[in-house]
């Protein structure tokens, strides 16, 4: 009952909810990758969103920036993450800070690769860096 009145409560009053009612919805610039908006602004959340990346096997991301830092911390898995000019083998446990506007891409060695990611509830651009 207390579980169910906390789900209910206005977002001025916070926002409790299960990770599991938020669908997870595909990455198009990412292969087998998928995102969950698990807190952003239609929760109230002012200045910060939550997400959740969930990458399969062979999948990632290929080099993009964006305009927005990310801070992630890795739930399980484990990937290869290049930020900048700098290549990291990352698991369960690591945490990344990717600052605005650096390149930054992902690719799974052990599936599945999942992460939280939080990023400031600011305009956003994503863009992929073609190889030459």
């Known amino acids: 009952m207390a579980s169910e009145q906390a789900e209910e409560q206005k977002p001025a009053e916070g926002v409790v909810k299960r990770s599991e009612a938020v669908g997870l919805k595909d990455v198009a610039a ?4 998928q995102m969950q908006v698990l807190i952003g602004p239609e929760d109230g959340a ?3 969103a939550m997400r959740r990346f969930v990458m399969g096997k062979d999948g ?3 080099s ?3 305009k927005v830092e990310h801070e992630q911390y890795v739930l399980r898995g484990r990937a290869e993450v290049g930020i900048g ?3 990291h083998d990352v698991r369960s446990g690591d945490v990344l800070y990717i600052p605005a506007g ?3 891409y992902y690719q799974v060695i052990e599936a599945p690769f999942e992460f939280l990611c ?8 994503v863009e992929i860096i073609k190889p030459d």
């Open 102 to 104: 650096t390149p930054h």
């Open 85 to 87: 000019c700098k290549v």
């Open 118 to 125: 939080l990023v400031p509830n600011a305009p956003d651009q």
């Open 30 to 33: 990412g292969s087998a990758t």
């Open 64 to 66: 993009h920036t964006n």
């Open 46 to 48: 002012p200045h910060f």
């Open 60 to 62: 990632g991301m290929p």
